[in-house]
């Protein structure tokens, strides 16, 4: 039987890799070909999935997921939260455990999230004054 809740404490955090936003893609198609058999068979309404409100980007990273380890302080990893399981997204927490969401595509075209220069601003983005 699968686990309905989130997995918890340091294990819950996974580093951003390629890898990752490839699994994210195969998950979009596949939730794409499924609400597409889904419409063709019958319009059956569904409630839809709301984001988590404990992990929204601008709050604190809640109490049931522990200290994150220090080595992804200001790292990107994967979302925690399951409603965007199947959207590209990718967060940061700060020192502070506050939790920002980040949108996995191209910055600009040209910059992909894995970029050095894309994490170096989003270092500087979320750590607050004075260093």
Same mark, same amino acid.
């Given at each position: 039987?699968?686990?309905?809740? *989130?997995?918890?404490?340091? &294990?819950?955090?996974?580093?951003?890799? !390629?890898?990752?936003? +490839?699994?994210?893609?195969?998950?979009? $198609?596949?939730?794409?070909?499924?609400?597409?058999?889904?419409?063709?068979?019958?319009?059956?309404?569904?409630?839809?999935?709301?984001p988590?409100?404990?992990?929204?980007?601008?709050?604190?990273?809640?109490?049931?997921?522990?200290?994150?380890? *220090?080595?992804?302080?200001? &790292?990107?990893?994967?979302?925690?939260? !399951?409603?965007?399981? +199947?959207?590209k997204?990718?967060?940061? $927490?700060?020192?502070?455990?506050?939790?920002?969401?980040?949108?996995?595509?191209?910055?600009?075209?040209?910059?992909?999230?894995?970029?050095p220069?894309?994490?170096?601003?989003?270092?500087?983005?979320?750590?607050?004054?004075?260093?």
């Amino acid at each position: 039987m699968a686990c309905l809740l *989130p997995p918890t404490g340091p &294990d819950a955090f996974r580093r951003f890799t !390629p890898e990752s936003l +490839a699994e994210i893609e195969k998950q979009i $198609i596949k939730e794409k070909a499924e609400k597409e058999r889904k419409s063709h068979v019958e319009a059956v309404e569904e409630e839809e999935a709301k984001p988590s409100g404990n992990l929204e980007a601008g709050k604190p990273l809640p109490f049931i997921y522990g200290d994150p380890p *220090p080595e992804i302080i200001a &790292d990107p990893i994967e979302d925690l939260d !399951p409603f965007y399981s +199947a959207k590209k997204t990718f967060i940061v $927490i700060s020192k502070g455990k506050t939790i920002y969401r980040f949108n996995a595509e191209s910055a600009c075209y040209l910059l992909s999230p894995f970029n050095p220069i894309r994490r170096g601003a989003i270092k500087i983005l979320i750590h607050s004054y004075p260093f």
